[in-house]
């Protein structure tokens, strides 16, 4: 089975640019989530989507956002870059059915990152 | 507020050893606790977890134990090998939460 695979794996953009992230989760997954990772900061949680729908959102601005399509795949979308928006943008995906039922899945499935670099 | 800490930056083990990195909580709402590998330029990769109705899972060479009363939790790996080495990430989530909360992180590094 194919892991999660993210585009691009590398990308520079200057200040004040906007920029787009993708991401295709494991096949069967439903669920898609979004980490940033800093030196500073380590990995924090930007949102998580399912079936379409962001159903959690970490304390980051609005300059971020993301969707999800009917295919589970995600996209991510920075505007306005700041030079603090360098980071390893990660995508990660599990099966995390409904939460009225069903089994707990938490396992989540990390795909290599988009390195971004705001120059 | 750091909600889970990994007080050890880093940690050095001699190959075929016991290695034992730490984690401690300060959320009583995180009920599922999950530890992941990690590489550099490299997305996380899970290795175990463990729900809060249990105190110890086992996997192959890797066992995580909880200690609900104590909020910690530690990841055991038996016998230690050189391709273990890495930065190990303990991370927790609450029910009904998809957000997983990280720990800084602990670089284990595998002496031969």
Redesign the interface.
Not at chain 1, 42 to 45: D, P, R, V
Not at chain 1, 106 to 113: A, D, L, S, T, V
């Given at each position: 089975k194919a892991g999660?695979t993210q585009t691009p794996r590398y990308l520079i953009k200057t200040r004040g640019q906007q920029v787009t992230l993708s991401c295709s989760p494991i096949s069967g997954h439903r669920?898609v989530?979004w980490?940033q990772q800093t030196p500073g900061q380590?990995?924090?949680?930007l949102f998580?989507y399912?079936s379409e729908t962001q159903?959690?959102k970490?304390n980051f601005p609005g300059r971020f956002s993301g969707r999800q399509f009917s295919n589970s795949r995600s996209e991510m979308n920075v505007s306005t870059l700041e030079l603090g928006d360098s980071a390893l943008y990660?995508c990660?995906s599990?099966l995390?059915r409904g939460?009225a039922g069903g089994p707990?899945h938490?396992?989540?499935?990390?795909?290599?990152?988009t390195?971004l670099t705001v120059l | 507020d750091q909600q889970v800490k990994q007080n050890s930056p880093s940690l050095s083990v001699q190959e075929g050893r016991i290695s034992i990195l730490n984690c401690d909580y300060t959320n009583s709402m995180f009920d599922y606790f999950l530890w992941y590998k990690k590489y550099p330029a490299e997305g996380p990769t899970f290795l175990i977890s463990i729900s809060s109705i249990k105190d110890k899972n086992e996997d192959g060479r890797f066992t995580v134990f909880l200690n609900k009363s104590a909020k910690h939790l530690s990841l055991h790996i038996v016998p230690s090998q050189p391709g273990d080495s890495a930065v190990y990430f303990c991370a927790a989530s609450a029910w009904g939460a998809q957000k997983l909360v990280f720990g800084q992180g602990t670089r284990l590094t595998i002496n031969p």
């Open positions: 999660v669920s989530s980490y380590g990995l924090q949680f998580e399912f159903r959690n970490g990660l990660a599990s995390a939460l707990r938490n396992e989540q499935f990390f795909g290599p990152g390195r | -």
